[in-house]
């Protein structure tokens, strides 16, 4: 069973985490200032990254923005949220992934 996200603002920070009733425990994934909470940050696709995408797609059979999705929130620790039954059958190989 995959855990629920969830978050709580505490003062001037929001605190995102997930329950997972099936160990019961709880993790927090994520402490920042509201206003950076949900902002989009972009990351710069370079040689490394590229090359890393293209092993996960070659290893994966997955399609090209799928594995740079997944080569990104492998790089930092995340999970990959999707509905796509490709990428939640392929990429937990590599990353957890979730749906929304």
Known sequence: MIPEAYRVRVGDYRILYEIDDAVQSVTVIAVRHRREAYRQRFVHLDDVLAQEAARLAADLRLRGADAVYV????????????WDMEMIRRAPLSVRVQTP
């Open 71 to 82: 080569s990104v929130a492998a790089l930092h620790g995340l999970p990959v949220f999707t």
